[in-house]
Structures are given as C-alpha cells and as structure tokens.
C-alpha cells in the first residue's frame, strides 16, 4: 500500500470526483428539466449496469439474501431516493446533505460492529451534523423540505447497506455493481410502473435523456467506481476516503455554474464545517468502519 498518491493517480481521481459531481447536475435535469420519472430513470440505469457488467453475475456470491439487500440499500435504492429528492432539491443542496453519509455510517459501526469513538472521531460527527445543520438553515428556520428530507433518507439508507456488507465475506466490487443492478431492475420497475404510469408520457425520452443515462451507468457507475476500487486497491483507504471529499466541492459549484443555484454564506460555512467533520471520520484509522462507503455509495 502507498501511502502518497502518484501525481498521475491524482489527476485521475480528481477526474473520477468530477464526474461524480456531474451525475448529480445532470440526474436533476433529467429528472427535472425532462420530467423523466425517477423510479423510471433508476431502473433503467440499474438494467444498463446490469447488462454491463453480467460477466460477473456469477459465481453467485453468498449469503446472497443479505448481500442483495445490502448492494440495493447501498446503489439502486439510495439512487431511486436521490432522484426522487432531485426534482425538487437543487444539485448544492443535495451535495452538502451526502456529507451525512459519513457520520451516520460511524454511528451505525458504534452501534453494530462495536466500533470504538475517540473524542476526535466524535468531534468529526458533531462536526458534520452541525455544518449541515447550519447549511440548511433560514431565517424562519431549519429547511425541511420533502427533497431534503429524502436526500438525508438516501443517506441513511446507503449507511445501513455500508454496515450490511461490511458484516458479510469480502466480495469483488464489481460483482457488487452487477448484483446491485439486479436488485434495481427488479425492485425499481414494478415499482415504476405502478407508480409513476401516469407520469410517464410527460417525459421527455430524446436523445439527451439516453446520452446522460448511458453516461450515468457507463461512465459513472461502471468506469469511475472501478477506477476508485483499483486506487482502494493502490493506496490507504485513509488517503483515499478522504480525497472523495472533492466530489460535494464540485456539485456545489457545478449546481451554481449550471442549474443557476442559490448558494448562502450560511450554507457556505455550514459546507465548510460538515466537510471538515467527515475529514476527521475518513482519516482516523479504523478496522471496522467500511471506509469505501463513507462517502460513496455503489
């Protein structure tokens, strides 16, 4: 294990945050600007990374049961909740409330795997919770919207999944990928189709949609998350948990640049803080706490 990363490396895993970063902007003018249902966008997306990535479908892992629950709670589902939130949240919004992912996944490794909680790890979940606090705060108080609500929801979510896995036989990261396809186009299309039916002909379904979904399954879920499981693979977890922290910079500042969002000072140093919080959980050691999902889900 290196314990600095090449300078080589670097600038491809800045390229891989970015793209992150983009995926949500262009999640919210899918799912927004072309009205394509989100249930609808998820499946889709959840069958392309399906069909991509079949090769390694099998061997079926084991226990299958709970690493199909726990691959859905960490892709698919969190993704479904996110686009949902998305057709209401603005891009920087969203990006600050991911930061919860960390700290709710620390508290659940306190709760279920008996990981222990220093005074500086526990300072970094304060830390966290009180800068998204702040950033979602308003003169006439705490910011609660239904999109807002949901993102935390995703969040929780995929920290439920993050200590699922963590608890089952270690497994390649792309099989996880297929199997969380599966989990998607299974769960995610009866659904759609029971829910979103009505909604469906609104959508716009040009060559756009196609364009930004082949990219979100492709590029985003099959290309950047191999190349981060390989840098996993290259150095510490502790050197590259924590560089993730590039990819809520960068939806902020793509959601300004290109949805036109409304970014506060307030929302600014709640931003600041809450990144500083999840900086001190990524870079404490740990054995236990499942340091490839602190701030990504599959």
Known sequence: ????????????????CFVWALNVVASKYVVDHLAVPPLLYAAARSILVMLALSPWLLPVPRPLGRLVVAVFMLGSGGFALMFI???????????IISLLSAPLTAILGIIFLGERVHWRRGTGIALAFVGVTMALWSPTGLILTTGVILVAVSCLVGAVGAILLKQLPEANPLRLQAWSGVTGFVVLTPLSAGFEWNAIPDGNYGWEAL????????????????????MLQKYEANLVAP?????????????VALTGDSVTPLMI???????????????????KLPKAFLLRKL
């Open 1 to 16: 294990m290196h314990m600095h990363m090449q300078p080589r490396d670097l600038v491809v895993f800045v390229g891989v």
């Open 85 to 95: 939130a998305l057709q209401t949240t603005d891009p920087s919004t969203a990006g």
């Open 211 to 230: 364009g930004i979904l082949a990219f979100a399954a492709l590029v985003v879920s099959v290309g950047a998350h191999t190349i981060y499981f390989r």
């Open 243 to 255: 560089l993730t922290l590039m990819t809520p910079i960068f939806t902020v500042s793509l959601g």
């Open 269 to 287: 140093v709640g931003g600041v803080l809450a990144l500083l919080g999840v900086f001190v959980i990524a870079v404490r050691p740990s054995a």
